[in-house]
């Protein structure tokens, strides 16, 4: 299974770890491992291409990551992260919380 965690303060996103593999299929057949990852990737890509924000990344030999948004957060890493969830929730009510857990960590 995998996990997604977001860091969230106040109302909004400015952090996120997944964790994991989600079982679905085999390896390099998994598509929610491969959408989880592309939207990931994605997300992490596009706050550094679009912001100016400052972040830390850590991304793992084992597929981990953790992202978080180390300077004031912009409104365009908000909305960014903010679709990150939306699309991890989404991939969640498709697959079930057997391949994909989406937890929010307040901080």
Known sequence: M????????NDYYFGF?????????DY??????????ALAINTANSIEELTDD???????????LEFKII???SSDSKLLI???????????KEY????????IKEV
């Open 71 to 73: 300077s004031d957060v």
């Open 17 to 25: 770890s997944i964790k994991g593999h989600a079982g679905f299929a």
């Open 28 to 37: 390099g057949e998994d598509i929610v491992c491969s959408a989880v990852s």
């Open 2 to 9: 995998i996990k997604a965690d977001f860091i969230k303060k």
């Open 54 to 64: 400052k972040f830390s990344c850590d991304a793992a030999e084992n597929g981990d």
């Open 82 to 92: 903010h679709s990150l969830y939306i699309g991890l929730t989404n991939i969640e």
């Open 96 to 103: 079930g919380q057997r391949f994909l857990k989406v937890c």
